[in-house]
Nanobody
């Protein structure tokens, strides 16, 4: 069973930056698509950024140019990162990393098999 553990959330003022990390081990993650989703109170969970097994990335329009997803597959470990710059209050949400053993990513959350517990990001003045 793949276990994903997020870290790096916190509180920041508008315009600030945070870096989220997601760690996993025990599997050959180079064959996995991995992604970040977020869910704000009262809203549906939405995809933020995706990186497939070939390293191709995609970001939601709402974060394009501000957020950057990256991954590091070293042996049987995974470190998934999300660098978030120029944060605004609309970025406040619980952020989740997700993974599925497939080559290319889907933006549909239903396709993801594994989820972390989430890390809270709060942007306020």
């Amino acid at each position: 069973q793949v276990q994903l553990v997020e870290s790096g959330g916190g509180s920041v003022q508008p315009g600030g930056s945070l870096r989220l990390s997601c760690a996993a081990s025990g599997y050959t993650f180079s064959t996995y698509c991995v992604a970040w989703f977020r869910q704000a109170p009262g809203k549906e969970r939405e995809g933020v950024a995706f990186i497939d097994s070939d390293g191709r990335v995609a970001h939601a329009d709402s974060v394009e140019g501000r957020f950057t997803i990256s991954r590091d597959n070293a042996k049987n470990t995974l470190t998934l990162s999300l660098q978030m710059n120029s944060l605004n209050v609309e970025d406040t949400a619980m952020y989740y990393c997700a993974a599925v053993r497939r080559r290319w990513c889907s933006r549909s959350l239903d396709t993801y098999e594994y989820w972390g517990q989430g890390t809270q990001v709060t942007v306020s003045s």
